[in-house]
């Protein structure tokens, strides 16, 4: 996910215009800043490959490349999003109500440049949680509402349910408190036994929900509370592809540096990579585009796809030191 890029862009036009002038030359370059990670549950294990060419031929370089490992005694979800606000994703794991230890099933870890043109999984753990639910519940983080601070949001897939909280640091840590009376939550009603993404879908700095099921794709507004209340589920848009009900993974990420997540799709069964641009038509309502991206060599049966955006190596980091960086950091 990007979901941050419009925010941070937002005060100063003329910067907006180099990161993206930036942005266009790293993709120019075949080097995308977005890049394509998958966590093997069954192996514990993280991998990521880089997206390569530019719109609308984008691929995966085939290169995959060990990020870490997390695994625990149980079945571990994960998901990627931007915890601390600096505009790159950290790895966030969610592990059910009791697993590892009772009051702690949640843990997130830095992605940092492996010095080899790769990315590895930090070794400090910088989450922890004390929420309950189902090693089954898939977990999604993002910034509900745009207002800067990231957001947990959990599916349970048996009956639907969704519940959202803030995420907050606590000594050093990110985590999710229920008993904190203060966090706004989400209880809302998705639709049950789909698979579901979050993202930035219409680059406006706030994240929407994201159904897949049976080749229908639907966006749903997140929002936030408003005085009282509790986040909630908008009215959805849904858009049908021809890519029917095979077991698919769907996934949101920026491909193409334009601050819009696309929508990725993965098929479980042979690693097939899809990716479309969706539009926002206004009204609530959105369009699926042509298909941008396609790979078919990244696979993994009991794998999640996901999407995410990493701290550069220090090379491009100096290139993008012309301020392009900063612009990348969001407002706070
Ligand atoms: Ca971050
Ligand atoms: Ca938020
Ligand atoms: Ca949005
Ligand atoms: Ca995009």
């Not at 585009?289 to 491009?316: C, K, L, Q, R, W």
């Amino acid at each position: 996910m990007f979901a941050n890029l419009k925010s941070s862009v937002i005060p100063c036009a003329a910067a907006a215009g180099l990161a993206a002038v930036l942005l266009m030359t790293t993709a120019a370059q075949g080097e995308l800043l977005s890049h394509a990670v998958l966590y093997d549950q069954a192996a514990g294990a993280l991998s990521g490959q880089s997206f390569t060419g530019a719109s609308p031929s984008i691929g995966l370089d085939g290169v995959t490349d060990a990020m870490g490992t997390f695994s625990g005694p149980g079945t571990i979800q994960s998901a990627l999003g931007d915890l601390d606000g600096d505009g790159f994703d950290e790895v966030v794991y969610y592990h059910g109500a009791t697993s590892p230890s009772p009051g702690n099933n949640v843990s997130a870890f830095a992605i940092i440049p492996d010095g080899s043109g790769g990315f590895v999984q930090d070794g400090t753990n910088i989450g922890k949680g004390n929420w309950g639910g189902s090693p089954d519940f898939r977990p999604h983080v993002g910034d509900v509402g745009g207002n800067g601070d990231a957001d947990f949001i959990i599916y349970n897939p048996t009956d639907g349910t969704l519940l959202a909280r803030n995420f907050i640091l606590d000594a050093g840590q990110w985590g999710v408190f229920p008993t904190a009376g203060s966090m706004p939550t989400l209880s809302g009603a998705a639709t049950a036994g789909v698979e579901t993404a979050v993202g930035d879908v219409n680059g406006d700095g706030a994240v929407e929900w994201v159904e897949y099921s049976g080749g229908n794709v639907t966006v749903y507004p997140l929002i936030p509370p408003v005085a009282g209340t509790e986040f909630s589920l908008g009215t959805g848009s849904t858009m049908a592809t021809n890519w029917g009900g095979s077991p698919f993974r769907p996934s949101l990420g920026d491909l193409d540096g334009d601050g819009r997540d696309e929508f990725i799709i993965t098929a479980v069964a042979d690693g097939t990579w899809l990716g479309r641009k969706i539009t926002d038509l206004g009204g609530g309502s959105y369009d699926l585009g042509d298909t941008i991206f396609t790979n078919s060599s990244f696979a993994g049966g009991s794998a999640i796809p996901m999407v995410g955006t990493f701290v550069p190596e220090p090379a491009s980091m100096a290139f993008l030191a012309l301020g392009g960086l900063a612009m990348l950091r969001r407002r706070r």
